[in-house]
Every structure is written in C-alpha cells, then in structure tokens.
C-alpha cells in the first residue's frame, strides 16, 4: 500500500535517527511563512523512487506531452514553484538546523519554568525521536491549574501576547459536520486543554520571560 505522508511541519525533526518522511511512498514538507524554513509558499514532495517524484512534475507542469506545440494526453495543473520561491527557501535550508537548536532551546525554557505550576504539562517526546519544538505547545488542567485554556489565551492577550489553541480536530470542524468520522475523543480533548505558546526561532529571553510571568500569575498558588 503506497504511504503518503503529511511531513509539512515536520521539516528537521527525527525518529528512530531517520527525518520525519523517511521510508513513506512520498513525503510533503510544508514551505509556508509560518514554518521553520520557509519560502512564502509552497512545498517539496520526497520520495526515494524517481518515477512518483518525475509523475509529479509532469502533472504539476500542465502534463504536457513531448511535442513542439502544447499536446496533453491527460489534464494536468499549473502547481509549479516559482524559481524565486524556491531559492528563497534553498537559501534558508542550511539554517535548518540552527533554527531546530534555537526553538528546542525556547522550549527547554518554557518546561523548566512551567513544569513546576500546577496543571500544566509541557509536549512530551519520546526518546526515540527528535521534535523540532516548531510548536512549543502544552496541556492546561483547568481545575489544577485554576483557569481555562482559554482565559489563559486572553489573560496572555491581555499582555499583548499572541497564543493559539492547538488545531481543532477536522470532525469538530463545521465544514464536515455531516462527514462521518471513528473516534475523535483524544483529540477533542487536546484541542479543549492545548494550548501554543510563542516559540519563534528568533524569541529572545526577556520575552519569553513575559510570557511565562503572565503565566506563572494566573496559576493557583
Ligand atoms: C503547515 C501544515 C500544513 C499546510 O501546509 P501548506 O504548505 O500551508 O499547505 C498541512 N499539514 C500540517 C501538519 C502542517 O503543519
């Protein structure tokens, strides 16, 4: 069975020694402004066989037939990245790693200050994989910690600090309210506790500093 798999913000991070991808049929990593290395836009399909990756190409690439004029034997897309795109994010990848190291390093200092409140748990990571830390994200226990997920969200925007709820499960979404879907708990779950904190590659620590006082003031005590 041919495995696609959604590496998007994967892009850097491990398991078992081997990048996010590795061993899947084709793999996509995400090239959006908000990932770890970007290009504005855009994406790379991986994949170990050449045949997926030049069927790609020929699909995204109007599928146009060898021929001095336009022929098409199938109808294909205009999905091609821009040459400019794609150097700026060619310019970006040696960064890569740095930016891995300075968003572990932003998370490393999230779970030292926050572990020790109540309620909160920081994303775990199992010893045989690497995270990015693109997300340094964590789990509120309202009545252990003394709020709400979301009166946390607004007591940080108070302080003119951005934080997101984890993503909203695509069952609970009302575009799909009449797709039928198994399961869905743990992940409606996540979603009501998950809380995104601030965790650019470029934070500094004053301000992350902030971000964790406003937190630290909401605990119990
Ligand atoms: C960012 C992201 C996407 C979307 O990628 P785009 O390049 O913006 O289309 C999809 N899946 C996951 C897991 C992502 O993190």
Redesign the pocket.
Known sequence: MPLVS?S??ALGARQHGRPAGKGASLAVT???GN?IVTAGG??ALLADEAAPIGRARHLATQARDPAPHYEHTEAGFNLVMSAVLAAVGLAQLPALERRVAARRRIFERYAAALRALPGLSLMPEPGWARSTRWLSAMLVEPRRFGAHREALRRALLAEGIESRPVWKPLHLQPAFRHAPFAGGAVAAGLFERGLCLPSGSGMGAAEQDRVIATIAGLACA
Do not use: E, L, P, V
Request: glycine share 22%; charged share 20%; net charge neutral.
């Open positions: 959604d998007a913000c995400s090239f959006n990932k855009g994406g």
